[in-house]
């Protein structure tokens, strides 16, 4: 049943969603005490989330991201379940595409609720769906999704290698991948990276009581989900022959 994995991996996802959104939370929305545009704040924000993120799901090996997921289970990589290392099979990516979904629906859903009162506050509709999902800086699907099947491979193959390298830097080394994507690849499409991180907060976004939210921008939604998992893969594929 992968029992501890599953819940290892809502655990870790809420916790990284709560924080990231949480810190776009923090800039965007008005009255907020960090107000005011600060991409680097958002940037290291999210690379705190994902060190958060990563130490509470250490019981499933803190994958947090369906891409990591494939990536791994592409490269042949083995998955956990509490103490118990694991062959990963269609199932058991499952699983773990389960928890990571679920987690960050519950984790944007927090985030809501911390800055309920700001929320509130008068804003552009675009602004509210910013503090829970992505969206491009310039319109072109096309282009949007190459861009986020680049940082993604990244991101994934950096996951992959470090698992063969002597490196103890751990959550901290993947927090700082995650902040050098946002700073340097992070600008055209807002670095979701990860289809959980983008589509289950879509889809909280939708269902919450946000006053004057607008659209969820579902004509987009796509690309931060399938950009994602190609990158995924690419990067698993390359791990597997040029790692193993």
Not at 17 to 42: E, H, Q, R, S
Not at 92 to 108: D, K, L, N, T
Not at 193 to 220: C, E, Q, T, V
């Amino acid at each position: 049943m992968l029992l501890d994995a599953f819940w290892s991996e809502v655990l870790g996802t809420a916790t990284l969603i709560l924080l990231g959104a949480g810190v776009v939370a923090n800039v965007v929305l008005p009255k907020n005490k960090g107000f005011g545009p600060d991409w680097l704040l958002i940037s290291f924000g999210w690379g705190l989330a994902v060190f958060a993120g990563v130490y509470a799901a250490f019981k499933s090996g803190a994958h947090l991201n369906p891409a990591v997921t494939v990536g791994l289970w592409v490269a042949g990589e083995p998955f956990h379940d509490g103490g118990q290392v694991i062959e990963p099979t269609f199932s058991h990516a499952m699983v773990y595409f389960a928890g990571e979904f679920v987690g960050a629906f519950i984790g944007a859903v927090l985030a809501f609720l911390a800055y309920k009162k700001h929320f509130d506050q008068d804003a552009d509709p675009a602004t509210k769906l910013g503090v829970f999902s992505t969206g491009p800086a310039i319109r072109s699907y096309g282009w949007n999704f190459v861009t986020e099947v680049i940082a993604t491979f990244v991101l994934v193959f950096w996951v992959v290698a470090s698992g063969k390298t002597p490196s103890q830097l751990g959550p901290l080394a993947v927090a700082l991948i995650v902040v050098a994507i946002g700073i340097s690849l992070g600008g055209p499409t807002g670095y979701a990276i990860n289809p959980a991180r983008d589509l289950s907060p879509r889809i909280a976004h939708a269902l919450l009581p946000i006053p004057g939210k607008g659209g969820s921008d579902w004509s987009y939604a796509w690309v931060p989900v399938a950009g994602p998992i190609i990158g995924g893969i690419l990067a698993g594929l390359l791990g597997r022959v040029w790692i193993s």
